[in-house]
């Protein structure tokens, strides 16, 4: 079966076509563009220039994939388009040039599909694994115990952050109830994956890739000390001086360092030795969400 996803997110705007059989995703595209729809995302309301820039990225994926000829596809909305008071303008937009009808998604279905999306892609034993969507508007914490699968999302992300101007100190505060959470979890020491821009980016940037190559991205282990010598540099290079570090996105270099920031929370506080980086994620658990409907 021949499907495609699309995930409309605060920073970008992403698609995803693959096979599937029996739960098993051979991709055949993808793309990627920065449309950050989530501007001024403080403020509550989509910009029309965002939304705009939103919309033409999701034609041009259309275009690209229909000589694939997808038989569905599944098209989601996440932390920008939940939150504001405008998103019915964005959904009536889409369906009226695309004809593409996009599901918003909560904080927790949210999490739940980036869960099944880093199940499907990495080899990992659920009881010891939490995993971590870092996004532009915010964050999902996701985990098994004894008791169940927990969820969780949070209003931290690389956007959202950046244009709040918060500090590490407030965004410590503001996810120290959760990273409590997580560490009181019932069971044995846990290993972090961690899915999103910038934890791609943090890959990126550590294996100095002048061109992107999922391959080496997805599976790839980056050590704490890593992550702090990054944000060093990250924060000693300036705003023009990121945008020629290799591995970055200059797209990217306005919020990696708030990005990178919330991850340096996160294993310090955990007390991780580092964190694993997944290219399967929420893209794939959209996919797998359609297979099943589909299927049924």
């Known amino acids: 079966m021949r499907l495609a996803s699309i995930d409309v997110g605060t920073n970008s705007t992403r698609f995803l076509l693959a096979e599937v059989n029996k739960n098993q995703l051979s991709v055949k595209k993808s793309g990627l563009i920065t449309t950050r729809l ?4 403080n403020e509550g309301r989509l910009l029309p220039e965002a939304m705009e820039r939103t919309v033409l990225a999701i034609e041009t994926f259309l275009e690209e994939m229909a000589t694939f000829k997808p038989q569905a596809i599944m098209t989601a909305a996440t932390s920008a388009v939940r939150d504001a008071c405008n998103r019915d303008e964005f959904l009536q937009l889409v369906y009226a040039r695309t004809g593409l009808k996009v599901k918003i998604y909560t904080g927790e279905a949210e999490a739940a599909a980036s869960y099944a999306g880093v199940l499907s892609g990495l080899p990992i034993e659920e009881s010891a694994t939490v995993v971590m969507d870092v996004g532009g508007g915010s964050t999902e914490f996701i985990w098994q115990d004894p008791k169940g699968i927990h969820y969780i999302s949070l209003p931290v992300g690389a956007v959202r952050m950046t244009e709040g101007a918060h500090s590490e100190e407030q965004i410590e505060q503001i996810m120290a109830e959760t ?3 997580v560490k009181a979890r ?3 020491e846990f290993s972090l994956v961690a899915v999103g821009g910038t934890a791609t980016t943090l890959a990126a940037m550590s294996l100095e890739l ?3 190559r999922s391959e080496l991205v997805h599976g790839f282990f980056i050590s704490r000390a890593e992550i702090l010598s990054l944000l060093k540099r990250l924060k000693e290079a300036g705003p023009e001086g990121r ?3 290799v591995g970055l996105q200059p797209q990217r270099a306005d919020i990696i360092t708030a990005g990178v920031s919330i991850v340096r929370n996160v294993v310090e506080a955990l007390d991780l030795p580092g964190l694993t980086v997944s290219e399967s994620d929420i893209l794939h658990g959209l996919i ?3 297979y099943h409907k589909m299927s049924k």
Do not use: A, H, R, T
């Open 38 to 41: 989530g501007q001024g995302i």
């Open 179 to 181: 990273l409590n959470k």
């Open 186 to 188: 019932q069971g044995e």
């Open 210 to 212: 002048v061109q992107y």
């Open 243 to 245: 945008k020629k570090i």
């Open 288 to 290: 797998l969400e359609l």
